[in-house]
T-cell receptor
Framework: GAVVSQHPSRVICKSGTSVKIECRSL??????MFWYRQFPKKSLMLMAT?????????EQGVEKDKFLINHASLTLSTLTVTSAHPEDSSFYIC???????????FGPGTRLLVL | QKEVEQDPGPLSVPEGAIVSLNCTYS??????FMWYRQYSRKGPELLMY????GNKEDGRFTAQVDKSSKYISLFIRDSQPSDSATYLC????????????FGKGITLSVRP
């Protein structure tokens, strides 16, 4: 199946700093990518849809100035958590659709811990 | 009523058992149906996807979709301890670029 990578896999940062997470589709192009957040023992919560060449679409309740998304190319989307606080600590996962297969592939996730 | 309901679990079975995981949905417009497996601290891994009613088999896994009843299932034959994970059903409307709607997930434990 298609491969989606994320970097870094885990990050620890101090409160008030910004953290950038990269999502790459390795063997296919994706005009759209999705960013999720997952709390322990919970299902995935969609945060935003990243669109190549245009602004991201954010889900209700997600602060777009807090979670900056940039879809720089057909294989790369980035999520920047700005001025991170301990409540931003979570597991962040991206996905990319493989159009030929009408489904989505997920990255391995990034675990963020804000101290 | 939530759009997708999934049996809550957790589920514990002995090795070799047949496992049945189920989801129901309310939106008849859903066209594409997926099952993902997620190990602890990992991203979801696509197991099966289908878009038509009926059965689709891949090794020990069978995905079943009944659009008339708005019901999907994943069967695991000869379950192994390595199958212990959380299983998420997911579906979407019009194509791969549309948002996925997930079930809550069920945690399966296969006892050796």
């Amino acid at each position: 199946g298609a491969v989606v990578s994320q970097h870094p896999s885990r990050v620890i940062c101090k409160s008030g700093t910004s953290v950038k997470i990269e999502c790459r589709s390795l063997d296919f192009q994706a005009t759209t990518m999705f960013w999720y957040r997952q709390f322990p023992k919970k299902s995935l919560m969609l945060m935003a849809t990243s669109n190549e060449g245009s602004k991201a679409t954010y889900e209700q309740g997600v602060e777009k100035d807090k979670f900056l998304i940039n879809h720089a190319s057909l294989t790369l989307s980035t999520l920047t958590v700005t001025s991170a606080h301990p409540e931003d600590s979570s597991f962040y996962i991206c996905s990319a659709p493989a159009l030929a297969m009408e489904t989505q592939y997920f990255g391995p996730g990034t675990r963020l811990l804000v101290l | 009523q939530k759009e997708v309901e999934q049996d809550p679990g957790p589920l514990s079975v002995p090795e070799g058992a047949i496992v049945s995981l189920n989801c129901t949905y309310s939106n008849s417009a859903f066209q594409y149906f997926m099952w993902y497996r997620q190990y602890s601290r990992k991203g979801p891994e696509l197991l099966m996807y289908t878009y038509s009613s009926g059965n689709k088999e891949d090794g020990r896994f069978t995905a079943q979709v009944d659009k008339s009843s708005k019901y999907i299932s994943l069967f695991i034959r000869d379950s192994q301890p390595s199958d212990s994970a959380t299983y998420l059903c997911a579906m979407h409307l019009t194509g791969a670029n549309s948002k996925l709607t997930f079930g809550k997930g069920i945690t399966l434990s296969v006892r050796p």
